[in-house]
Structure formats: C-alpha cells, structure tokens
C-alpha cells in the first residue's frame, strides 16, 4: 500500500487548465482515469488526509504509486481524451459498463453493391446502416421476412449470390418475389439499392410515405380493374401495417430519442436505455456495472453515454436525449453530443407527460434487470459458499453462519413503529420463516429501544421453545410441529445482523445478554459507507466493495428493510382506513357499504337516528342500535384543517370503504422517502 504523499505533485506542477490525469501503480498499469476543468484543484483533493476521502477513492490513491496529466484546450477535448483512455487502458477502478448480452442488430450493408439485409452483432462497421439493438434475432427475422415484400431486397450472403450468378439462376426467395433477384439481373444495382434505401427509409420511422403511396396504387389498379394487382398491393399494405405494430406507438409527435434509466445501490448499478425512432420503440438495450468508484447518479449518466455515443456519428445519435439525472457539468457533454450529431442534441430530464411515462417504464426495467443480476449471481453456489466464508473470516466466527437472521425498524415519524425479521439459510432467503413485529413498549420514535425490544421478544421465544423441547442434544424431532412444519422462532442464527450502526448493535447485544444467550454472533452494516460494526468495537470492519461477503450482508440487510417497510405501509394505510364502523360486531362489508352509500359520510351517518339507520336495507333496529352506541362510545374525529391558511374544512368527503383504492406496496421498495419513512 502506496503513501499519497510520495508521489504527490508539487503544487506549482500542477496547470490550473482542463486536462486528463492517469493513476498508475508500482508496474505502470493505469488503474484510474479522470477529466478535470482544473488540474490543480481535482488533483488537491486525491492528496488530503485519507480519513477524509471515500473508500473507495482512498483505496485507489493508496495503490497508485504515481500520477499524470495532459492539458487539453476545452473540456469537451477532456471528456472525448478520457472515453479514449478508457477504453485504451481499461482502468480498475473507473465504471465500465458492461453488457449483459450481445444485442443483435438490424443491418443493411449499404457500402456494398448490392446492399444486403441481415442480422448483425458486435462493432459497427463503417457504411453500413443499423437499426436496433432488439432483444432477440427472431425478431428481426419476423420483422424482416413481412418487409421483404414490400421491399425485396437481398438477404443471402455472398456464396450464395455468386452461385445464383454462375448459374443464372436465383434462390427460393427470388421464386417466390421476396427478392429483388440482382444476381440475375432482373433489377439492375441502381434500381436495387433505391429499393435498400426505401427499406431503410422505412425503418428509420418514415412509414406514411410509402403506406399512402400504396394505397394510392391500389386504389389506382381496382378503379383500372386489375384486381389481382390490388389484392397483392392491399397485401403489401397490411404487411407493412403489421410489422409497424410490432412496435406500438409510444411518443405521439414521431419523436426521435434515446430514454435512459439507472437503478443503483452502493455497490452496483444498472442502465437501460430505450431507442425510441418516429415515435416507436426501435430497440432496447441494457448495461450493469460495479461501482467501483465514488459516483453519483449524474456520474454514471455521463459514463453510459460516453459508451452508448463513442463510436457514433450523424443520425445514430438521437436528437433528443431522456436522462434520470443530469452530469455536473452539463454543457461539455451536451456540446460533445452535439459535435458527434453535426447538429443540436437536447439532454434533459422529463418532467411531464408522455415521455416522462415511458422514462418510468424505462426506470422498472433498469430496476428489474438490477434485481435480476443479483439473483443470478446470489444462486451460483460457490458464490454463496465464498461469502459465507468470508463473513466468518471478518467476523472471526467459529463456522461460516449457515443461518443468518437480519432485523429492520420502519416507522414514519414515530407513528406506526415496526420491525421485521428476515432469514437467509446457506445464504438464500427462506420467505416461510420471516416474521414481523409491533412495537408494543413504549410510543414514539426510538430505534435502538425497538430494536432491544425485538431482540428480547424474538429470542425469549427462542428460549421457551428451548424450554419446551428439552437440550438439543435430546434430537430434532421436538424442534417440529405435528404436522411435521418447524415451530416459530425454534431454530437458533450463527448470526443476528442488525440494520444500523453501534447503537443498534449494542442494543441487540444487550438484549442477548439479558437473556443469558452468548452462543450468537451479532453485528451491524452501517448504510453510510457499508461499515459492518461488532459489539464493543470503537472503529467498524471494513469488508473491500469487491466481497462477496460484503454484497450478501447487503443483500439481507435490503431485504430486511424491504420487508419492514411493506409492513409500515400496510398497517398506515389500515389506519387511514379505519372508522367507527369496524367496531360493530356482526356487520360486514357488505351492510358498510351500504350505510356509506346511504348516508354519504360517515359524519351524516354519525348524526342519524336510529330509524333513519333502520331505513337501510339489510339494517334491523337491534343493529341499528349497535351502530349508534358504537358512534356514541367513539371519539368524534378531528375536523380537516388546511395546513397553508389554517382554515377550518367544513366539507364532507364520502368515507373510504373496502375496494377502493389505496396506496400501492410493491416487493422492491426503494429508499425515495427514508428521510421521514423508515
């Protein structure tokens, strides 16, 4: 491990310019890349003291061993010198985007003769136009073989059109009018490539062109009577109708843009971004990276577009260009994209209307591809076996802890206080052993008093079941209900790990010794910086952000605070939903609904008489009188009071009833509102 300070520059060395700086290490690898409007100031703030610096940053600066630079004049000249670094050195530490599949494109080689038609994966060649990525090659090949007889242009490769031209004679394709057939000559190469243009033409989203100009032939040819020619034409049409539905309109105004979403958390992050061309969804792609240096959401917006645009030029960049968040700054990447266009690239985020309802739907596939890297690799067994063993090794465990057990508070400003616990066995989630808990000791916001209180409640369990069964030596077989399922809480972690930092640590452990239990490890992951803390240690086990380890404590620790979350939720939207009427024994939800529709509040309903309640159907006079003194015992509620004037709201608002909708809680909740909701 390198010491900054002796490799750091002297301050006068250092060009107060925009400029490009490598890290190198001991053996001249270049190990990071960075662009700067002043050297001087970005480099100052690699060589300050390493307490100060992210961990990841100070990792890198304490392998690097020594540092350079190059001036440029502009800093749309750094950012296109860094891509080029990037790409030439391959650094360890910058974000690089990497595929997760090879994506296959549309192709049309037009620096051919005769352009041809096919499916095509990896680098772009020059002169020949693509259209894409799509998901799978089946596609294009569907959408392909209805163009073709519309635009029959030549598919097969070059040994077959120069076998076909040796023998004069022309493939299935040219039999059956797919093909153009210019091995034989029934077109000529002029004629032939204005068919490819018209196909590419086609493509790129200008479609009412050719739809109006066939349905002008057809017309034409039946008012001529060549009905045979209008029946192939209104063929031709609905072929091409056909393959425009294959990609449903999205943006109505035929926009041509690119949309890109980013889904992260500490550790990684995944990008989709939509091509979306005259309007349509063209193609579909997406990256996933390590983060494997300190960046924000605008850093990574830069990185994936440097990669998307790099080797593109003219009309392969969009004119419009949807982004999640915005580089700082944002005008050398916008002049860079501008200067690969040839013309203005507008890069914003949208606020409003149609383009900011795809750009969601472009943010749950960027979610669901991160949720999906991380199933995949989570299920590889030798993957989970590594992490388990690395926690053992950083927490100096007797054994790997085979049984993981992770508990969360979720509260929203101290109202509706709950816990969760979440079970991860041999490094899987066991959803059959979760549980979740109220906090029943005490009101109001306190996380470490929860957690003691969980900890207590949860493992007092442990210990009746303990009880009740006898020593474990005496057999399994008590730990099992008689229908063969586990008993609640009987089965003992290696490992309790707790959603927070010292406090929440020493709670759970106080909460252990309590109860005289000292068999089990605990300890915390800090959400900060991924700190994981043991009881009574003053400074925190950093695990290294490539861990294994790292990534499963992260992964139980989410899901814990997932599962907390989704409960909070439920039980205040319950709460929101609650009225006078639950109370009364016997009345459903049917005969509730009826009295909210006959009344219309629950406030007029609290006013009526008891025959006025008799009046409504499937309502006798004994529950009638329930009712009443259900409403008589109840506390009257307080009055709506707008929070901007202080005004009094006299209007009545028709009661909430069962069906109607309510807020929606999805599995993979994110953080968006932690600052109050917990």
Not at 122 to 150: E, N
Not at 167 to 190: D, F, H, N, Q
Not at 658 to 677: C, F, I, K, L
């Amino acid at each position: 491990m390198a010491d900054p300070s002796s490799y750091r520059p002297k301050p006068g060395q250092i060009p107060d310019s925009p400029g490009v700086y490598k890290f190198r290490d001991e053996h001249r690898r270049v190990i990071y890349v960075g662009k700067a409007k002043s050297l001087r100031q970005r480099l100052a703030s690699y060589f300050q003291d390493l307490a100060n610096l992210h961990p990841r940053t100070r990792t890198m600066v304490t392998t690097a061993a020594s540092v350079e630079w190059t001036v440029v004049s502009t800093e749309v000249e750094a950012l296109q010198l860094e891509y080029s670094w990037i790409k030439e050195f391959d650094p360890r530490f910058n974000v690089k985007y990497r595929d997760d599949k090879s994506y296959p494109y549309l192709a049309v080689t037009m620096n051919e003769e005769f352009p041809r038609v096919q499916v095509m994966r990896g680098h772009k060649k020059k002169g020949v136009r693509y259209f894409g990525p799509y998901g799978h090659a089946w596609a294009i090949r569907d959408t392909v073989d209805l163009l073709l007889r519309v635009f029959p242009v030549r598919t097969c490769s070059a040994g077959v059109f120069k076998n076909a031209a040796r023998t004069g004679r022309p493939c299935l394709l040219g039999y059956i009018g797919k093909c153009s057939a210019p091995c034989v000559e029934r077109v000529s190469a002029e004629e032939h490539r204005e068919l490819a243009e018209e196909f590419c033409d086609f493509m790129a989203g200008r479609t009412g062109t050719y739809l109006r100009r066939l349905e002008k032939q057809m017309t034409d040819a039946a008012e001529e009577m060549e009905y045979e020619r209008a029946a192939r034409l209104r063929d031709d049409i609905e072929a091409l109708k056909k393959a425009m539905e294959k990609n449903a309109v999205v943006l109505a105004d035929a926009t041509d843009a690119d949309l890109m979403a980013v889904a992260e958390d500490e550790l990684e992050a995944a990008v989709q971004i939509f091509h979306v061309r005259g309007g349509r969804v063209r193609g579909q792609r997406g990256w996933v990276t390590d983060k494997v240096e300190a960046v924000t959401t605008g850093d990574l917006v830069e990185h994936a577009l440097q990669q998307l645009y790099g080797e593109e030029r003219g009309d392969s960049v969009p004119k419009e260009v949807l982004v999640p968040a915005l580089p700082d700054p944002v005008e050398p990447i916008q002049e860079w994209l501008t200067e690969r266009r040839g013309s203005n690239v507008s890069l914003r985020i949208p606020q409003r209307g149609d383009k900011k309802a795809l750009m969601e739907t472009v943010q749950r596939n960027a979610l669901q591809a991160l949720a999906l890297h991380k199933t995949k690799r989570a299920s590889d067994l030798t993957t989970r076996s590594r992490a388990l063993e690395e926690i053992s090794e950083a927490l100096d465990l007797d054994s790997a802890p085979l049984r993981i057990e992770c508990y969360d508070i979720s509260h929203l400003q101290g109202d509706d206080v709950v816990a969760s616990m979440v079970v991860f066995e041999d490094g899987l989630q066991r959803k059959s052993e979760y549980r979740r808990f109220q906090i029943k000791g005490f009101e109001g916001q306190d996380d470490v008093r929860s957690m003691h209180e969980v900890i207590t409640r949860r493992f007092r369990r442990y210990l009746a079941e303990k009880e009740k069964t006898g020593e474990w030596a005496d057999g399994e077989g008590g730990l099992t209900e008689e229908d063969g399922r586990p008993k609640r809480f009987a089965y003992p972690p290696q490992l309790v790990v707790v959603d927070g930092g010292q406090p929440q640590v020493a709670a759970a452990k106080k909460a252990l010794d309590e109860l005289g239990i000292d068999d089990i490890a605990v300890c915390g992951l800090a959400k900060r910086l991924e700190e994981v803390w043991l009881p009574d240690d003053d400074d925190p086990v950093v695990l290294p952000r490539t861990s294994e380890g790292l990534y499963l404590l992260q992964r139980v620790r989410d899901e814990a605070h997932r599962f907390a979350i989704t409960y909070q939720r439920t039980k205040r939207a319950k709460r929101f939903r609650s009225s006078p009427l639950d109370d009364v024994p016997g009345l459903g939800e049917t005969r509730k609904q009826a009295l909210i529709k006959h009344f219309g509040s629950v406030k007029k309903l609290r006013s009526a008489t008891i025959d006025q309640i008799c009046e409504v159907p499937g309502i006798g006079r004994k529950t009638a009188e329930t009712i009443a003194v259900a409403f008589a015992q109840a506390a009257p509620a307080a009055p709506a009071v707008n929070t901007a004037t202080g005004e009094i709201m006299e209007d009545e608002e028709p009661e909430t009833t069962a069906g109607s909708a309510e807020e929606p809680v999805t599995a993979g909740t994110s953080d968006e509102r932690r600052g109050q909701e917990r």
